[in-house]
């Protein structure tokens, strides 16, 4: 129910309206709780509604926090193997 | 899709579960409950409990809407439909449930009464100004993640002056289900099990922010990591979550930091503030009556209540006696433990709300977790077997 996607801001059409790209899909949404966004932003969309930005620094740093668990993984299947 | 698919790596699931299984400690016992229902059905989607430890358990919370909304609830939008003639737009995620008499929205729609589907509420917005010789009552249920744009409709239905649009709110809140869980004295007698922590809701944490978590963090001593509803951030969570327990921490930790701040998104929160009013209880499928746990119009938009504006009877309503929803949703039980999961309550004809419902912990586990456990290969009864020993 309260699932969200993410979505990329390609034309903003009002202060109230813009134009999303929903994986290839074309939507027009409401972005009148971020009204700051800009063409080029991902925002997160839930029932036709933008509720927040994407931070796209954060979303860099989550994945980099991934790439640390697969580096300590490997390094153990390297010193069980040698 | 960009900021979904890097989140869904295989080999990088198996290398996160891996820390997790290194981590644990063997002699301890973790319960870590997701609270979301779009959460329980990722784990479920991605066979998140056969990568994890067996001294590790997730517990499904009540966090589905559309499972704890009371059936008496339901009924009354049913009743809309049928007898007082208005247009209810309601999101698809209610049609099929069923209430009193094994009524559903879906039925009384077949039967001729005006029920409509909608993606927003802002379609149900728009329902109205076309037909304005017709009432229009739009279904309002959900989350922190959905009121924002409820509040957001009932202020524009004011500013364009319509007179034939009405809301049924049901919105529900996230913070004072999960104290209630911890404390309430009826979930106490029901029984609980012992929680080691929460995985919190990402989106609903989008408008919150992760400022309301603390609070019980810190009275409660639990531990709370804000996840994604991608398997890595389900993964990393659970991870963060071990760490706290065998390092003695009771933090909140923001594992959706690319969406979720401290303070949540301010403008939702303010729309959200200006529009909508606590009610003293409200009652929750499962959980019985929550103090404070959902909001109600405020009077200023009083025009724009359905519950003001129609006079509809509440019956309570009898839920089937074999049904265990309650149970589940509280993580006592497991759907195996209902004598009618997956016969006669399947998805098709869900008999309690837990099967309605995708998120519901009884849907996602029929979906993708009912054959787990189960050896094919020395099952004599299955029928694949049987064929093969006839060839």
């Known amino acids: 129910m309260c699932l969200a996607i993410p979505v990329r801001v390609e034309v903003i059409q009002s202060p109230d309206m813009a134009l999303v790209d929903i994986g290839g899909v074309r939507k027009s949404i409401n972005i009148a709780l971020v009204p700051d966004v800009v063409v080029g932003d991902y925002v997160i969309l839930h029932v036709g509604y933008a509720l927040n930005k994407i931070d796209p620094q954060e979303a860099q740093r989550t994945l980099q926090l991934f790439a640390e668990v697969d580096e300590v993984s490997r390094q153990q299947r390297l010193e069980n193997n040698p | ?391």
Request: aromatic letters at 10%; one cysteine or more.
């Open chain 2, 1 to 391: 899709m960009k900021y979904v698919d890097e989140y869904r790596d295989g080999a990088l699931a198996r290398d996160i579960a891996g820390r997790i299984r290194e981590e644990v400690l063997p002699q301890k016992q973790y319960h870590f409950m997701e609270f979301c229902g779009g959460h329980t059905h990722a784990i479920f989607r991605y066979g998140i409990p056969d990568l994890l430890p067996d001294n590790l358990k997730m517990i499904h919370g009540p966090g589905c809407p559309v499972c704890v909304l009371p059936i008496s609830r339901l009924d009354a939008a049913i009743e809309l439909a049928v007898s007082h003639d208005v247009i209810l737009c309601s999101y698809g995620d209610m049609l099929r449930v069923p209430g009193s008499r094994k009524r559903s929205l879906l039925k009384v729609k077949a039967e001729g009464a005006d029920v409509r589907m909608v993606y927003s509420c802002m379609d149900a917005l728009r329902i109205a100004a076309e037909n304005p010789q017709r009432e229009v009552v739009f279904f309002a249920i959900g989350f922190e993640t959905t009121t924002p744009p409820t509040a957001l409709v009932i202020r524009q239905a004011r500013a364009q002056g319509l007179k034939n649009f009405s809301v049924y709110c049901n919105h529900l809140l996230t913070p004072a289900a999960i104290s209630n869980i911890l404390e309430s004295p009826e979930v106490r007698d029901l029984g609980i099990l012992p929680l080691d922590g929460f995985v919190g809701p990402a989106h609903v944490s989008t408008v919150i922010g992760s400022q309301p978590y603390h609070y019980f963090a810190e009275e409660y001593q639990k531990p709370v990591v804000i996840a994604g509803f991608e398997p890595l951030d389900m993964l990393q969570a659970i991870l963060m979550l071990v760490r706290q327990v065998n390092q003695g921490r009771a933090e909140v930790e923001n594992e959706f930091s690319r969406a979720v701040t401290f303070q949540g998104n301010l403008r939702a929160r303010a729309v959200v503030a200006d529009t909508f009013e606590l009610r003293r209880s409200f009652e929750w499928r499962g959980l019985g009556e929550v103090p404070y746990s959902a909001l109600r119009i405020k009077q200023e938009f009083a025009e724009f209540d359905a519950e003001k504006r129609f006079t509809v009877e509440y019956r309570s309503a009898r839920e089937n006696k074999a049904c265990e929803c309650g149970a589940i949703l509280r993580g006592v039980k497991s759907p195996r433990d209902c004598s009618l999961f997956a016969d006669p309550c399947t998805p098709e004809n869900p008999l309690g709300s837990c099967m309605v419902s995708s998120e519901g912990a009884c849907a996602a586990y029929y979906s993708y977790g009912r054959y787990r456990e189960r050896t094919f290969a020395t099952d004599r009864s299955h029928g694949a077997t049987v064929k093969e020993s006839a060839i």
